[in-house]
């Protein structure tokens, strides 16, 4: 069985402070670890992956995040934050191979908030 | 290129009802996916479908059935809808390993 916990339910953070937002994974076998951000009444919009390769994976909006192993963490970060980040974040993950098929597990969300 | 598409977007149905939507994927994406959100939870794993088979099932009832078609185009299907039903359902299209693109979603009202 896989899952992901998201330990925070919000985040606070003045606008041009740097925001993290927390995910830890479970999985038996190797993981692909992705971050989706969902604006109100939205669906879910890809921010980023990780697969393999280098620990640190940069994607849209100037976030990046940090695959440690060890950890089993995926935390988000953006060295900046906006106004307009925020919104509901979810962290989610599947295991390969594709035999396994492709359902993404989520957690149950952080909302961030911006204050200017 | 458009993305995702479902429809409707906006849905109320009595209880005991059923239902049916839809999901067009994103061009050259095979694979389509369907999650429920609850308020205030994550999406939940309903079922895939790849090459017009259910590939995968969560943990979901039988009153929940799909069907994917030949142009990659999908169907969700609720029997006995059911108050605790109320939920957006999400529909997610990939390809092979790549990352899953998500619609806006059909925000379903059970009364």
């Known amino acids: 069985a896989q899952s992901v916990a998201q330990p925070e339910d919000q985040v606070n953070v003045a606008e041009g402070n740097p925001l993290t937002v927390k995910c830890t994974y479970s999985?038996?076998?190797?993981?692909?670890l992705f971050w989706y951000v969902q604006y109100p009444n939205r669906g879910l919009q890809f921010l980023l992956k990780?697969?393999?390769?280098?620990?640190l994976v940069k994607g849209s909006y100037g976030f990046e995040a940090e695959f440690n192993k060890s950890q089993t963490s995926f935390h988000l970060k953006k060295p900046s934050a906006l106004v307009s980040d925020s919104a509901l974040y979810f962290c989610?993950?599947?295991?390969?191979?594709?035999?396994?098929?492709?359902?993404?597990?989520f957690g149950g969300g952080t909302r961030v908030l911006v204050k200017p | 290129d458009a993305g995702v598409t479902q429809s409707p977007t906006h849905l109320i149905k009595t209880r005991g009802q059923q239902v049916t939507l839809r999901c067009s994927p994103k061009?050259?994406?095979?694979?389509v996916s369907w999650y429920q959100q609850a308020l205030g939870q994550g999406p939940q794993f309903i079922f895939q479908?790849?090459?017009?088979?259910?590939?995968q099932r969560g943990n979901f009832p039988d009153r929940f059935s799909g069907h994917q078609f030949p142009n990659y185009s999908s169907e969700l299907n609720v029997n006995a809808l059911l108050l605790g039903d109320s939920a957006l359902y999400l529909c997610?299209?990939?390809?092979?390993?790549?990352?899953?693109?998500f619609g806006q979603g059909t925000r379903l009202t059970v009364v």
């Open positions: 997610a299209s990939s390809r092979r390993n790549t990352e899953a693109f």
């Open positions: 999985v038996s076998g190797n993981p692909y």
């Open positions: 990780y697969i393999t390769g280098d620990n």
């Open positions: 989610a993950v599947r295991v390969l191979p594709k035999a396994a098929g492709n359902k993404l597990t």
């Open positions: 061009s050259g994406h095979d694979t």
């Open positions: 479908y790849y090459e017009e088979e259910e590939r």
